[in-house]
């Protein structure tokens, strides 16, 4: 049986795709930065940015031939995603583009970007108000359930600490327990979608307590290339703060 597809409003199905197509642009932005100047450059970036694009267009492909909501095969593809996810950030980081990026860009940056979260949290919140995204999956209470998702806090404080970067002297320490702050919200908003898919159904099995909108295009991008992102933007810092070991970074 296939779950049925969400009825989303255009402000949640185009906040999704447009942060998603955002993000894609912003990678491919910041390896060109990145590696300017370096022999193979050009090569390195854009296969980069060409392995990214194929990333986001076949989970697309995926959910727009409704594999993806195949609930009744075994294993369902969707499960295939969140360790797919792990494995291709871990790819990644290990290429040219992946080092270099590490390397050359200013730590405001990388902290920066990731407070496209904020937004992400909003359109996420109006999701769940919409019966469309089950409500554990977003801040505050919606429809007397309360919501564990507290990720917006990593989003608005890249705000503030990628500012505090740009214009003065942060200390290391500072953030490196920002970025274990973000990433252990990120992984727990990961970790209660994945015990909110059917396979485990920890909050219950009735449709509005279920992550299955996922499954669907263009919400599929939601863990592919946001969650996706966001998991790379931590591993970049997290390797930029161990190479670097500097109390902070000038904007260059």
Do not use: K
């Not at 989303?8 to 930065?33: D, H, Y």
């Not at 031939?65 to 009744?72: K, N, P």
């Not at 485990?200 to 996706?228: E, I, K, Q, S, Y």
Request: with cysteine; net charge positive; charged share 10%.
């Amino acid at each position: 049986m296939m779950p049925p597809s969400p009825d989303a409003s255009t402000f949640v199905s185009l906040g999704i795709a447009g942060l998603s197509l955002f993000m894609l642009g912003a990678w491919g932005i910041l390896a060109w930065r990145s590696t300017r100047g370096q022999v193979d450059g050009l090569r390195i970036t854009v296969r980069f940015t060409v392995a990214l694009c194929v990333w986001a267009a076949g989970w697309l492909a995926l959910a727009l031939s409704g594999v993806l909501a195949r609930l009744d095969l075994r294993p369902p593809p969707f499960a295939l995603l969140p360790p797919g996810l792990v494995v291709a950030v871990a790819l990644l980081l290990r290429t040219g583009a992946g080092r270099l990026l590490s390397r050359n860009t200013p730590l405001w940056l990388l902290v920066g970007l990731q407070a496209f979260r904020l937004p992400l949290e909003l359109v996420m919140h109006q999701a769940a108000l919409e019966g469309v995204m089950p409500a554990q999956m977003t801040f505050g209470a919606v429809n007397g359930v309360t919501g564990l998702n507290y990720d917006i806090l990593t989003g608005a404080s890249a705000l503030l600490l990628a500012l505090w970067l740009r214009t003065g002297d942060v200390p290391r320490p500072v953030v490196l327990a920002w970025n274990v702050f973000g990433s252990v919200l990120l992984l727990g908003i990961l970790a209660i979608a994945v015990v909110s898919t059917p396979l485990v159904a920890l909050f219950g099995d009735a449709p509005d307590r279920l992550n299955t909108w996922v499954l669907f295009a263009p919400f599929v991008w939601l863990p592919a290339v946001l969650v996706g992102s966001a998991l790379f933007g931590h591993a970049l810092l997290f390797r930029r703060l161990w190479r670097d070991r500097v109390p902070s970074d000038r904007a260059s």
